[in-house]
């Protein structure tokens, strides 16, 4: 079983439409794959189906609140076969707090909560990391981080990545960042090509070769709440994360 969390400081850079989508990839690859919700905004699990407002499901919210805490009991089927998830909430934002201190990190989740027979275990963030993000860097073997590849997408990464290493050093020494991969590229503009090539340079082989490009599948896939390869099956977009999603199960020990 591989612990992966999602993240990156910046809101909107593609953190939860990259997490369902390799999740339903790895689950087609024929990995048992659960999603493991930790934004209060709930998009993932919207995206899979999961909207509190509409179905009456447990979340993690309500798990974290439970005297017993039997995680199993709060982990869904998905219409994909192979691929579960664990919603999230609003109400788990009361468990949201700004970390200002390593110290003061509230592990809610444990890696042994965690039933065994999965595979792959994936987490969305929400963005500006607070205790939900770092018990997840906390707990999870790699760190994997998109980055926008557009204007000022550098910006802000160097938050991310101290706290990658803030984790490293006081909470998980064996956490590993996987790697990065450029989301909501636009091929027509040079400034896709400019922000992947600076991205490249520093980055080096850390940067997966597969591009996630601009495709609106990937947003009327959310519209439809399914992951885009049940949505369009041959989109760019569907083609493109199958593609990643190869090259990171290639890279996990
Ligand atoms: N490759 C893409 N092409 C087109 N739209 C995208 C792409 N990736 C994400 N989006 C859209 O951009 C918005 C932000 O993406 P999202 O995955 O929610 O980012 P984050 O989780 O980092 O905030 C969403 O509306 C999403 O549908
Ligand atoms: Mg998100």
Same mark, same amino acid.
């Given at each position: ?6 993240? /990156? ?5 593609? $953190? ?11 689950? !087609? ?13 709930? *998009? ?6 999961? #909207? ?8 993690? &919210? #309500? ?21 579960? &998830? ?31 027979? /999965? ?33 000022? @997408?550098?910006?802000?990464? #160097?938050?991310?990545? $101290? ?5 490293? !050093? ?16 636009? !091929? ?8 992947? @090539? *600076? ?5 080096? /082989? ?27 099956? *041959? ?19």
């Amino acid at each position: 079983m591989k612990l992966i969390v999602v993240i /990156n400081n910046k809101g909107g850079v593609g $953190k939860t439409t990259s997490v369902v989508n390799l999740a339903a990839s790895f689950a !087609r690859l024929g990995k048992k794959t659960l999603l493991v919700d930790l934004d209060p905004s709930a *998009s993932a699990s919207i995206h899979l189906g999961f #909207d509190k407002v509409i179905t009456n499901h447990k979340t993690l &919210c #309500d798990y974290l609140l439970s005297e017993n805490r039997i995680l199993k009991d709060y982990i869904y089927p998905t219409s994909e076969n192979n691929l579960f &998830c664990l919603p999230s909430e609003t109400a788990l934002s009361e468990f949201y707090d700004e970390i200002l201190q390593e110290e003061e990190v509230e592990l809610f989740l444990n890696r042994k909560d965690f039933p065994k027979e /999965n595979d792959i275990v994936i987490f969305d963030t929400p963005p500006n990391m607070g205790n939900l993000a770092m018990n997840a860097l906390a707990i999870t073997d790699y760190a994997l981080i998109p980055i926008q590849t557009q204007h000022m @997408a550098l910006t802000g990464l #160097d938050l991310t990545i $101290k706290l990658v290493e803030k984790a490293q !050093r006081h909470l998980n020494p064996k956490l590993e960042i996987l790697g990065y991969f450029g989301t909501n590229y636009d !091929r027509r503009t040079n400034v896709a090509k400019e922000v992947y @090539a *600076s991205i490249q340079s520093r980055f080096g /082989n850390k940067v997966f070769n597969t591009v996630i490009g601009i495709n609106s599948k990937l947003i009327e896939a959310y519209g439809a709440q399914k992951p885009i390869l049940a949505y369009a099956p *041959s989109a760019r977009g569907t083609k493109e994360y199958k593609a990643l999603a190869g090259e990171i199960i290639k890279r996990l020990k």
